[in-house]
């Protein structure tokens, strides 16, 4: 049995017994009562803040990166970006972005307001932001200012269970000028884009209530009311060393059409096929098409002098024996391959452009 005579027990010092109510006091002021609720707030708003920094200059070097492939594919790019922390998240301002495609795309130039790129610490998602009142400039029709109401590009980080994703939206876009594109809008817009594998990805597009602008409604039909495609994009290298652009049309990339439908009244059709482009951005492909009102948009297309009158006389001719009104359809349907090779366009056997 311990014999408590023999233990050497030392009484607290007076030091040590003034310095425990001091520092008691120190950790009542820092953690209890109002005070200690202020400090732990601005404690966590430092790290918060710190975690802010940090994604800022993440995204910055995402914005870097994107610009410069978009670059070495063969656009001029250019833009300033500014630091922001609005409504504490993490963000970028893209001031003076100016894209100039190349000449064969026909060189245009688009330069947008000012642009938004933010993402909340931790959070799975960036989003880019372009609101407000962009130009596109073309040759042939001169400055074209744009007005999108709701515009953004959605990004969300792959995770263990799911890939990455991009989503782009618009909800109402309008033209403001010049007088030839009066009239014109899109009611809304939707794009997604996701990888199957490491050398495909599949994609969906959807756009509502397309409105032609003054100079191409005159003869067409106004409104586009549905149009949507869905499908894969193959071809990509696993391990890319060339610019995005010039692997995927090196390796033979092509756009897979799963399905691609259109309601531009009388007109309407719907497609499967494969499309794909050289490393000038030019386009071929063939496509098995069923396609209601033809006959119509062919005589629209005539009347505005966008087909010459005589490919379109033949196509009638040579497309009209193949008209059918299958079970349960109101209106006659042609199904034909629709072909297009070095600017030339086929709707069966006839060269329509």
């Not at 610490?121 to 999108?148: Q, W």
């Not at 259109?262 to 098409?289: C, H, N």
């Not at 024996?321 to 034909?336: H, Q, V």
Request: aromatic share 12%.
């Amino acid at each position: 049995m311990t014999d408590v005579r023999k233990l050497q027990l030392k009484p607290m010092s007076q030091e040590k017994r003034e310095k425990t109510p001091a520092l008691e006091k120190v950790c009542d002021f820092l953690f209890m009562g109002k005070h200690g609720f202020v400090f732990v707030f601005v404690a966590v708003l430092l790290v918060y803040l710190m975690f802010c920094i940090a994604t800022e200059r993440a995204l910055k070097k995402s914005v870097y990166n994107i610009m410069r492939e978009i670059g070495a594919n063969g656009f001029g790019v250019s833009y300033t970006t500014e630091t922001s922390y609005h409504a504490l998240t993490s963000g970028l301002y893209i001031d003076n972005f100016v894209l100039t495609a190349p000449e064969s795309l026909g060189g245009w130039t688009l330069k947008t307001g000012r642009l938004t790129v933010s993402a909340f610490p931790f959070s799975e998602k960036a989003t880019l932001r372009f609101d407000g009142t962009h130009s596109l400039t073309t040759r042939n029709i001169g400055d074209i200012r744009l007005n999108v109401v709701k515009g953004k590009i959605d990004y969300k980080k792959p995770t263990s269970s799911e890939p990455f994703a991009v989503l782009a939206e618009i909800e109402l876009m309008t033209a403001a000028a010049p007088a030839s594109m009066a009239g014109f809008s899109v009611r809304r817009f939707q794009a997604e884009i996701s990888p199957l594998n490491p050398t495909a990805f599949s994609f969906q597009t959807e756009t509502d209530d397309l409105i032609l602008p003054a100079y191409l409604s005159y003869y067409l039909p106004r409104t586009v009311a549905h149009l949507t495609a869905t499908g894969k994009l193959t071809g990509f290298s696993e391990k890319r060393e060339k610019p995005l652009w010039a692997d995927w049309t090196d390796n033979g990339g092509l756009v897979e059409l799963d399905n691609a439908e259109i309601v531009w009244e009388p007109f309407m059709g719907k497609a499967t096929g494969t499309l794909a482009f050289d490393g000038s951005y030019r386009m071929s492909g063939a496509l098995m098409a069923k396609l209601y009102g033809f006959f119509d948009l062919l005589d629209a297309l005539d009347k505005g002098s966008y087909l010459q009158s005589a490919n379109v006389s033949v196509a009638k001719v040579v497309l009209g024996e193949n008209l059918k009104k299958e079970n349960g359809e109101a209106i006659e349907s042609l199904t034909a391959s629709v072909g297009l090779q070095n600017g030339m366009l086929y709707v069966g056997p006839v060269r329509l452009y």
